[in-house]
């Protein structure tokens, strides 16, 4: 697709006409537009994953481990299977006495 895109370029700026440069505004534009987008969705990730592994009990920071391929993998499937502080704070609670407070409403 970006070698069709940048044909099209080559052929239109060969060319001494104002099409080309039309041409070329209306792609820069489009293209700055794709990279606000982008850059928006990433920034709303993080902020997503931030916010689940705070509510999980584990420290927000460890979500820009996301970023990083494989190891996203690798963090997804330690936050699946390991035991949340949160959980495990609740069951201590709950064996000390203290868990007719913290039983969740339904």
């Known amino acids: 697709m970006h070698l069709v895109i940048f044909g099209l370029l080559a052929m239109l700026a060969d060319s001494d006409s104002d099409a080309a ?11 700055a537009i794709w990279a606000i987008v982008c850059l928006g969705l990433l ?25 990083i391929p494989l190891v996203n993998l690798v963090v997804m499937l330690y936050f699946a299977f390991s035991e949340w502080p949160v959980t495990r704070a609740l069951r201590e609670a709950r064996a000390a006495g203290g868990g007719a407070s913290l039983q969740p409403r339904m």
Do not use: D, H, P
């Open 43 to 67: 920034i709303l990730g993080i902020v997503i994953n931030w916010r689940i592994a705070e509510q999980a009990g584990f420290q927000g920071i460890a979500s820009l481990l996301m970023l």
């Open 21 to 31: 440069g039309t041409a070329f505004g209306i792609f820069a534009g489009l293209w």
